[in-house]
């Protein structure tokens, strides 16, 4: 059991217009097998808390902590966090031309094990996961995310995910730019990856379609940087209905 706990966390950045805070003291619990939806409008603060978490060196937390199984995230590297067990899947994945998806994955896991995986095994189990996503496995080879169409960045942040088996995943709107088959090949990839391994998921998004396939056990409201209501998937539903105009019209955003 593995166990991300955010305390009060504010969280700046630095703007042509001066110090801007983005995070207005959240809290947040998320266990091992747990799935969490963070939904709310643009410009709410979902992203800079992902970015925050995995250690992204624009964002300045202010005060507030972050502990992964009591260890403070906050006093470790990037690869710290990542070896500890937190992963994120990006909302916008970059291409890195040079460098092959499967020497990209292999050297990610070699770092997080501190050994290489055996070639036979690491190779089946490469493939085995990109069919599952309904991944060319000519993809293995070829630059990563040159080239790729949207779907297929998502398809392969899923495979990174099943093959390096962290603790807890950030999902920073997977969904966007999905078309409905993608968005159920991603999605039942998340919940084969939380079945065999007990993940715990922080799932950011706008719209409710994805938690018809991956279903939050809590929902979050997340307006002006910090929770102003949680509940679980009925939550959801309700957001689909009425948009978030009442929490950006009424006196919680304050």
């Known amino acids: 059991m593995s166990t991300l706990e ?8 630095e703007t042509d217009q001066g110090t ?8 947040l619990i998320i266990n091992s097998g747990e799935t969490h939806a963070i939904m709310g409008p643009n410009g709410s ?33 990037i690869d710290e966090r990542a070896r500890a067990g937190l992963f994120l899947a ?12 499967s020497n990209f994955l292999r050297t990610a896991k070699t770092a997080l094990d501190g050994e290489a995986p055996a070639l036979r095994s690491w190779i089946k189990d490469l493939r085995g996961s990109m069919e599952a996503l309904r991944m060319d496995t000519s993809f293995a080879e070829r630059n990563v995310n ?11 942040e899923i495979v990174q995910l099943e093959l390096l088996k962290p603790k807890i995943a950030v999902l920073d709107e997977t969904d966007s730019g999905l078309d409905v088959d993608a968005l159920k ?24 379609r994805i938690l ?13 940087g910090r929770v102003v209501e949680e509940g679980g998937p ?17 006196s919680t955003v304050g």
Not at 20 to 27: F, H, P, S, Y
Not at 58 to 71: E, H, K, M, P
Not at 90 to 101: A, H, K, L, N
């Open 185 to 208: 090949i991603v999605s039942e990839g998340v919940n084969r990856v939380k079945e065999n391994t007990g993940l715990g998921v922080l799932l950011i998004t706008h719209y409710t």
């Open 20 to 27: 801007k805070e983005i995070l207005r003291g959240v809290n």
């Open 146 to 156: 040159e080239g790729f169409s949207g779907g297929e960045k998502k398809r392969h």
């Open 90 to 101: 990006m909302q916008y994945p970059v291409e890195i031309p040079g460098v092959t998806v």
């Open 6 to 13: 955010i305390r009060d966390l504010h969280v700046s950045i």
């Open 45 to 77: 603060g979902k992203s800079t808390l992902a970015y925050t978490i995995a250690g992204h060196p624009r964002y300045t937390v202010d005060s507030g902590s972050i502990t992964l199984d009591g260890a403070d995230v906050l006093e470790m590297s």
């Open 212 to 224: 018809r396939y991956i279903t939050p056990d809590f929902v979050h409201v997340f307006v002006d």
């Open 234 to 250: 009925e939550l959801a539903e309700r957001l689909e209905n009425e948009g978030y105009d009442r929490y950006l019209t009424g």
